[in-house]
């Protein structure tokens, strides 16, 4: 358990790190973008799988490249849901947003499977 509180540290770190590199990205404080962290783990489980499901063949024809607007969305729905405290103010600022977000994940080892 602590493992996963850590995890949602470091996403909140790596939401406001966004908030500081880009104009556009607006987060209040530190624990807003803890709350972001963890809304985007609920909206990668239960909400992104679903998604992945039914455009899986447009996502088989660009190679891939539209789990980036997957990706986007989930970002934006995240930004929707605590909207005065969080957001971003375009869509093509959320698809940069959503790349630099997932790859500080994955350097940093965020949201991996792993049992505790």
Not at 11 to 23: E, R, T
Not at 35 to 47: C, G, K, P, R, Y
Request: charged residues 10%.
């Amino acid at each position: 358990m602590s493992k996963k509180i850590t995890q949602f540290i470091m996403g909140g770190a790596v939401i406001l790190l966004m908030s500081y590199l880009f104009d556009g990205v607006y987060v209040k404080d530190f624990f807003v973008a803890f709350l972001v962290a963890i809304v985007l783990s609920l909206l990668n489980t239960f909400v992104k799988p679903v998604l992945t499901l039914i455009a899986f063949p447009i996502t088989l024809m660009t190679l891939g490249f539209f789990q980036l607007i997957i990706n986007a969305f989930i970002l934006s729905l995240a930004s929707s849901i605590l909207a005065p405290d969080f957001y971003i103010e375009s869509f093509s600022l959320t698809i940069v947003a959503s790349i630099c977000i997932s790859i500080l994940y994955s350097v940093l080892g965020i949201n991996k499977d792993e049992d505790d």
